[in-house]
């Protein structure tokens, strides 16, 4: 498992980018940050993945939880690894996303 990536929730909807590497550079190198938003509306969903440069700098930036930042605690974990997903998932070609069909 990949120990240099950290997910940081419980962000407030106002954090930004630049105040994430500001706070997290003194746990170490930061080598990427995607702060998660809305596709629709662009407005942050309050978590983040902070990539660091080694397994240690990730380490070191769990301490961070439950450190307050922009008037929030934060929740700060290891990332799980998205790439082993299992298991089924519907009929081929499904989109498997659901929700309103309009075609009548």
């Known amino acids: 498992m990949n120990q240099?990536?950290?997910y940081v929730g419980n962000l407030s909807y106002n954090t930004t980018e630049d105040q994430l590497r500001d706070f997290?550079?003194?746990?170490?190198?930061?080598e990427e940050i995607k702060l998660i938003?809305?596709?629709?509306?662009?407005?942050?969903?309050?978590?983040?993945?902070v990539t660091f440069g080694s397994d240690q700098e990730g380490q070191n930036a769990l301490e961070a939880n439950g450190v307050d930042l922009?008037?929030?605690k934060l929740n700060v974990n290891t990332?799980?690894?998205n790439n082993r997903r299992t298991g089924?998932?519907?009929k081929p070609g499904?989109?498997?996303?659901?929700?309103?069909?309009?075609?009548?």
């Open 24 to 30: 997290f550079a003194q746990y170490g190198n930061i």
């Open 37 to 49: 938003s809305d596709f629709q509306t662009g407005r942050s969903k309050g978590f983040a993945f």
């Open 70 to 72: 922009d008037g929030r």
């Open 79 to 81: 990332a799980k690894d």
């Open 88 to 90: 089924g998932g519907g």
């Open 4 to 6: 240099s990536k950290i």
């Open 94 to 104: 499904g989109g498997g996303r659901g929700g309103y069909d309009d075609r009548r």
